[in-house]
């Protein structure tokens, strides 16, 4: 069964396109509080599980070791945007154990701010490793190898420890068996696993409520949500969605995107995680129906657009996005 009209893009009274998807809501338990689509389909989460890769960073002792405070602990979750003080994080994390960025094996690429993109191109700097959005989260297992006496070379490999221990923290928190089945290459080359939206939902919620954890990786869990809130816009950047969001309503909700269309987080008042994917990959469509969904479960989070105006290149309006009505109806008909 096809997956249901999650976003509609409308050109002169016309729905134009349609982005099809699903979308979970889950307690610590599993137990599902809404199920929208093939929420138990595996789908590759892409960077939206990097609070959970972050986890052994922290359960090892690396980062006390290596004196990582808020910043370092962000910048581990994010997809950042490249900006000079992303860079510079990144740099830092990877002198305090002892390495440089060609340790780095995610890969160059233009930072995702335009802005910090044209500064490069200006200047006539080269792109590095530290440009790529995932230059924390492998600053970080770096880390986390250095701080074990692992080898560095091959720590992105699926049978290195350092992948070992995060995939056992992904089985944990999720519920599910992580294996070569699941297995994936994600862009910055480290292992990615496919999950159900429905399990993705339950680890989230139990970052968020500690709850079904063992004292380490409670206290882990925390660390990393007080870190994020403490330095939103290293998760992601100025204006930025992840960002904005974690600035707006610090301490109520928690929150990450993903390639191709996905978007986990929680809501700790609630005791709830959520997962949505949309399925063509979208991040418009994804970026709308997580505002949506977070206008349902966060106090005060109701003035969120149920619709946007999409300008073209004159700055006109030429067409709307929205969220199909028959979803937003199955969240208010759950109680949301």
């Not at 429905?198 to 409520?209: D, G, K, M, P, T």
Request: charge should be neutral; proline fraction near 6%; charged fraction near 20%.
């Amino acid at each position: 069964m096809a997956n249901p009209v999650l976003v509609e893009l409308l050109r002169g009274g016309r729905v134009e396109s349609r982005h099809r998807g699903s979308v979970a809501i889950a307690g610590p338990d599993g137990r599902l509080a809404l199920a929208i689509g093939e929420v138990h389909r595996p789908v590759f989460p892409r960077s939206a599980i990097k609070a959970i890769q972050c986890l052994p960073l922290i359960e090892t002792g690396a980062a006390d070791h290596f004196g990582f405070g808020a910043a370092e602990i962000a910048l581990a979750c994010a997809s950042h945007s490249g900006t000079e003080r992303h860079v510079a994080v990144a740099a830092g994390m990877l002198a305090k154990a002892g390495l440089d960025a060609a340790a780095l094996a995610c890969g160059a690429h233009e930072p995702l701010s335009p802005a910090a993109a044209r500064r490069l191109i200006q200047e006539g700097r080269p792109l590095s490793p530290l440009h790529n959005n995932c230059s924390g989260k492998h600053a970080g297992m770096l880390a986390t190898a250095v701080h074990m006496a692992e080898p560095v070379a091959d720590y992105w490999r699926p049978d290195h420890p350092v992948q070992v221990r995060i995939a056992e923290a992904l089985a944990s928190l999720t519920g599910t068996p992580i294996g070569k089945d699941q297995l994936g290459i994600d862009g910055c080359s480290a292992p990615n696993w496919a999950i159900p939206l429905a399990n993705l939902a339950r680890a989230f919620a139990r970052i968020v409520s500690g709850e079904g954890l063992d004292a380490k990786r409670r206290d882990a869990a925390a660390r990393i949500v007080q870190a994020c809130w403490a330095e939103p816009e290293l998760v992601a950047g100025p204006e930025r969605l992840d960002s904005v969001l974690m600035t707006q309503f610090r301490g109520s909700l928690f929150l990450k995107t993903g390639a191709e269309g996905v978007y986990c987080g929680a809501v700790p008042a609630r005791g709830l995680g959520f997962a949505l994917k949309i399925d063509d990959g979208a991040k418009r469509a994804s970026e709308m129906a997580l505002k949506a969904l977070v206008s349902r479960l966060v106090p005060d989070a109701q003035d969120l657009a149920a619709e946007e105006t999409v300008p073209n290149w004159r700055g006109l309006p030429a067409a709307r996005l929205r969220c199909a009505s028959a979803w937003l109806q199955s969240i208010a008909d759950a109680g949301f």
